[in-house]
């Protein structure tokens, strides 16, 4: 079994898209620090995503958020979400962690960990057949999920051939 971690970031969008059950199907279950579940349940998380998180599913598991006495002044500028998930995937020996933000996914991948944000999770289910990359992503499109241009036009043009 993968450990895997989640932000906020790749649970939000793949709530707003509705592809959160692509997240069972690729991974055996998903850890949440608790600050990342209190950013989902925040009245000010969109609807869909409250609804998620007043009902989460049992391949979710919340966990307490690990301790974290870091002076690295660039885990210290992170967020509350971002800074729990690493710390929560360096005290289980997480496998992956999924987050979208790019300081965070960079101060991460420096502390030695894998990681990958929504993009990398529908690249990876359209890899495996369970998406239409190109619907999810139009519908990804129609949110607030902020993104290069050229790197959704990659994975489109990556799985268009193979396709052919």
């Given amino acids: 079994m993968r ?11 793949l709530l707003l ?3 959160i059950d692509l997240l069972p199907r690729l991974f055996t279950k998903i850890f949440l620090p608790e600050a990342v579940y209190r950013e989902l349940a ?3 998380a969109p609807m869909e995503v409250r609804a998620w998180s007043a009902n989460v599913p ?4 919340i966990r307490s958020d ?3 006495t870091s002076k690295d002044a660039a885990e210290i500028a992170l967020d ?3 800074r729990a998930a690493i710390a929560l995937a360096a005290a289980i020996n997480a ?24 993009l990398g999770v529908l690249d990876l289910a359209a890899r495996r057949g369970l998406v ?5 992503f139009e519908r990804l499109r129609g949110t607030n999920f902020r993104y290069r241009p050229e790197v959704m036009e990659a994975l489109l043009t990556q799985h268009s051939q193979k396709e052919r």
């Fill in 58 to 61: 049992d391949w979710v598991e």
């Fill in 66 to 68: 690990p301790e974290y």
């Fill in 42 to 44: 925040h009245v000010r």
């Fill in 132 to 136: 239409d990359l190109a619907r999810v």
């Fill in 80 to 82: 509350e979400g971002e």
């Fill in 3 to 13: 450990l895997v971690v989640a932000d906020t970031g790749p649970i939000n969008y």
């Fill in 17 to 19: 898209v509705d592809a």
């Fill in 95 to 118: 496998d992956l962690i999924l987050m979208d933000d790019r300081a965070g996914a960079a101060f991460a991948y420096r502390r030695g960990f894998t990681v990958t944000g929504t």
